[in-house]
């Protein structure tokens, strides 16, 4: 399976940006899909994730009521659309997709990642 991501770049706080993450090579039916984070020198971290029907979506606390997620149809395809933000940062973003319908929150729930697209929030 591989993963890519598309939309990363620069948006002023209060600002909107949307990510975009498409898979090739599906070679399970059932998966889930999800978005993490990593911030320079830490760890990776969960922010969203969707399940294979893709009518259960899940995020992180700091996500909530600003970020959303949502699948393609028929296309393996999942985005991420982010408002508000509210501080300056710079992450990386990483698609990941796992076996199975339902959702994780932890890394090591999935199987595989894109390569990261990055995201700087400015003033």
């Known amino acids: 399976v591989h993963l890519t991501e598309s939309g990363g770049g620069v948006v002023q706080t209060g600002g909107s940006l949307k990510l975009s993450c498409a898979a090739s090579g599906r070679p399970f039916n059932d998966y889930a899909m999800a978005w993490f984070r990593q911030p320079p020198g830490k760890a990776r971290e969960f922010v969203a994730a969707?399940?294979?029907?893709?009518?259960?979506?899940v995020y992180a606390d700091s996500a909530k009521g600003r970020f959303t997620i949502s699948r393609g149809g028929v296309t393996c395809t999942i985005s991420l659309e982010m408002n508000s933000w509210k501080a300056e940062a710079t992450d990386d973003y990483f698609c990941?997709?796992?076996?199975?319908?339902?959702?994780?929150?932890?890394?090591?729930?999935?199987?595989?990642w894109g390569q990261g697209t990055q995201v700087t929030v400015s003033a």
């Open positions: 969707i399940d294979d029907e893709g009518t259960r979506p």
């Open positions: 990941t997709i796992r076996t199975g319908a339902r959702t994780g929150y932890a890394v090591t729930c999935y199987h595989y």
